[in-house]
């Protein structure tokens, strides 16, 4: 792959990846309600969860989309209903337990849960499908995909980090259970939020 190329790769996962989304929003609030630790299983499943979606898409799976348009229709319903359940999740999140008695008693995202929620994450689709068709070689499909898979493993793993220590830090000002419990409303309306370009646009959302 061409400098310049590569260059103008990487410069799109970075900008995609950490800028706010579903991701970045619910690893931020993982970070505050269950501190880096138990954070730590979601960062890197959304990490092997994206490069799984990266190859996959760069064999072929996007063609489906085109063959069946419905099936994209599918995919926004599920993806702002899923959402929507994260968001009221997030909202009545219990708060952490005082210094000394515990860890939150609520779960947060498994690595298994992680890496499956970018299939029904409009941002992931959007970011892969856009790198896919502005960045592979067309003689080099196979060394195509796998430079973007490490470029965005790369990039995620700042990313991912970025968001869940934002959380952790957060979390040292939301020592009051009122002030948690308006960080988690405000944190789900953000998320609420990223669902109206879902159901508006006609691809998969909005960067």
Do not use: C
């Not at 499956?116 to 070689?137: C, G, R």
């Not at 060394?143 to 793993?157: D, E, P």
């Not at 952790?168 to 948690?180: E, G, I, K, Y």
């Amino acid at each position: 792959m061409p400098i310049q190329l590569l260059l103008a790769l990487t410069a799109f996962a970075f900008i995609t990846s950490i800028t706010p989304g579903p991701n970045n929003l619910l690893l931020m609030a993982s970070g505050t309600n269950f501190g880096l630790k138990r954070t730590l299983p979601h960062m890197s499943g959304i990490i092997v969860g994206l490069a799984i979606m990266i190859v996959l898409v760069g064999l072929g799976l996007a063609r489906v989309f085109e063959a069946f348009p419905v099936a994209l229709v599918a995919l926004k319903t599920v993806s702002a209903l899923y959402l929507l359940y994260l968001a009221w999740k997030i909202a009545n999140a219990a708060p952490p337990p005082a210094a000394g008695q515990g860890e939150a008693t609520g779960k947060p995202f498994s690595f298994i849960q992680a890496a499956a929620f970018q299939w029904v994450n409009p941002k992931a689709w959007a970011m892969v499908l856009t790198a896919i068709s502005a960045y592979t070689l067309p003689d080099h499909p196979f060394v195509s995909v796998a430079i973007m898979v490490t470029v965005f493993a790369m990039v995620g793993l700042v990313s991912t980090s970025t968001w869940a220590v934002l959380g952790t830090q957060v979390r040292r000002f939301l020592n009051r259970p009122a002030r948690l419990r308006a960080f988690n409303i405000t944190a789900a309306l953000l998320l609420l939020a990223t669902i109206w370009p879902i159901l508006t646009s006609g691809g998969l959302g909005a960067h």
